[in-house]
């Protein structure tokens, strides 16, 4: 029985890594007002790890507390106006257990505005006895129609003259507790609901005055989300730069198609979300990152070409480079002839050299990030993945590499240096060389705790025409200890006299 208790509160995450940094970026955007964009972050973290729980183990002792996505998802529903949705993701949050307390007191929000037909008839019996001789009533109900919400507080006070026919309702107005009672059977069937609803008289008024305030704020909600929205648009100028279109959009900025004034030369001009603009240590270390990813200049490295700013909205320009991503030519061919895999590690491995020459390590290096533009090798990212590990890292203790070629010290969050990308060049090269990745498993963790603990499978084995350098280099590229990896410049010499050989 204690087991049952104490398991599902200490709950081993088995999905992709990636739902960390989409639930911060959902609670970045919360805090931040930002509903739409919580609403779409939740979801996708939702998607991705769906099982609720008060603490998840993330990498080594870490612990993300208090992952209950559905009640956030009502939440930015509510704020939004979708009371269906709201009401799907309480009943969703229900089942999974999250906190009751804030699941009533969201279900209390979602089910007030919707009755909001009951109100009129109780505020209908104060405006029914100045009027009971006769039946042309119809002139005072539209006026008292507007004067219930004082009204609770009005009893004992004059405050209801308001209306021309003062005289006559300020006598009523006292009696108004008494007759209510006797009411209900000469007035309409109206009149009658209300009494026995009541008892006190006062409890209706209470609810009346709840709903039309969360009308009230929910229509003010409404009217400022065009200008929330709107920063979510497409702009159409940011800086000296004409935005074409929308080329995507990732955790932390979207990415668009730009063209400087004067310059027929596309670039992807990179703008910050909103909701990522108000840390402003995530924005000091962006732009620090930007103007050292703008000292890369490499054949090989796609090129950032304007840091942006130092005030206001923060972006960055890089190089537009269509061309064909590594990882979907593998998945296309399988392993590659040794030949082309030599040209391409060495284009990788001299761009890395002159990356870490100028202190900019990758730290996500993969065959998503190199782009083939033919015989040409470009590495994309290289100093931006470094912004989004440290957007993310910070807040959530969350790892945001990628497991089948993250080095064991990246995964750890020990000092990660240049040895980190010359591991994932090794990953890289043994998946080139086989058609696929050392280690693998049905969860990120079991990837990730094979990189730290398994032996690599023996590459000779799964390619027999791997020459036998080519082989070792892997081997040691690959080591567990970042200390017993070969530097930038062993590597490159080894694949450059490799690649002499079997040009």
């Known amino acids: 029985m204690l087991a049952g208790l104490i398991l599902p509160a200490l709950v081993l995450v088995q999905t992709q890594p990636t739902f960390y940094a989409a639930w911060e970026d959902g609670r970045d955007a919360e805090t931040a007002r930002h509903f739409e964009a919580a609403l779409g972050a939740y979801q996708r973290a939702a998607e991705l790890h769906p099982r609720s729980a008060a603490q998840l183990i993330i990498y080594g002792n870490n612990l993300l507390r208090g992952y209950y996505p559905y009640t956030r998802i009502a ?30 007191a969201l279900a209390a929000r979602v089910h007030h505005p919707r009755p909001a037909e009951e109100p009129p008839p ?17 002139a005072p109900p539209p006026a008292v129609v507007h004067t219930p919400a004082p009204q609770p ?11 021309e026919p003062a005289p006559p309702r300020a006598e009523p107005a006292r009696p108004t507790p008494q007759p209510a009672p006797a009411q209900p059977a000469p007035v309409a ?57 929308l080329l995507g959009r990732g955790g932390f900025a979207s990415t668009y198609l730009a063209f400087k004034e004067g310059d027929k030369r596309p670039v992807a001009l990179k703008l910050l979300h909103p909701f990522r603009q108000d840390d402003p240590e995530f924005l000091g270390r962006f732009r620090q990152e930007a103007r050292l990813g703008s000292l890369l200049d490499h054949p090989n490295i796609v090129r950032l070409l304007d840091p942006g700013p130092q005030e206001g909205t923060p972006w960055l320009v890089m190089e537009y480079v269509e061309g064909q991503r590594l990882d979907v030519l593998l998945k296309e061919r399988g392993p590659l002839p040794l030949a082309r895999v030599l040209d391409l590690a060495r284009q990788v491995a001299s761009a890395m050299a002159h990356a870490h020459a100028r202190g900019v390590t990758h730290r996500d290096l993969k065959p998503g990030n190199i782009l083939m533009l033919g015989d040409r090798v470009k590495v994309m990212d290289f100093g931006i993945a470094r912004i989004l590990d440290s957007a993310t890292l910070t807040t959530t203790y969350a790892f945001l590499g990628t497991p089948s070629y993250a080095a064991p010290e990246l995964q750890l969050k020990t000092q990660v240096g240049p040895a980190a990308d010359r591991y994932s060049l090794g990953i890289m090269l043994f998946e080139l060389i086989s058609g696929r990745t050392p280690f693998g498993g049905e969860t990120p963790f079991e990837i990730l705790d094979q990189h730290r603990s398994a032996e690599l499978p023996d590459l000779a084995a799964l390619r027999p025409d791997a020459p036998g350098p080519l082989v070792e280099l892997v081997v040691r590229l690959t080591r567990k200890d970042p200390n017993e990896r070969p530097s930038d410049q062993d590597v490159c010499e080894i694949l450059d006299a490799l690649a002499g050989i079997h040009a």
């Open 75 to 104: 939440r930015c529903c509510i704020e939004l106006g979708r009371w269906d949705g709201a009401d799907r993701a309480l009943a969703q949050a229900e089942r999974e257990g999250e906190p009751r307390e804030e699941r009533l």
């Open 122 to 138: 109780v505020k209908a019996p104060p405006a029914t006895p100045p009027p009971r001789p006769a039946d042309p009533v119809p």
């Open 153 to 163: 507080i009005l009893p004992a006070t004059p405050a209801p003259p308001r209306a």
């Open 189 to 245: 069937p109206r009149a009658p609901e209300a009494p026995p609803r009541t008892g006190s008289g006062a409890y209706p008024w209470v609810l009346g005055g709840l709903v039309a305030a969360m009308a009230a704020l929910w229509l003010a909600g409404r009217r400022k989300r065009p200008a929330l929205d709107e920063a979510f648009r497409q702009p159409g100028q940011v800086g000296p730069y004409r935005i074409e279109r």
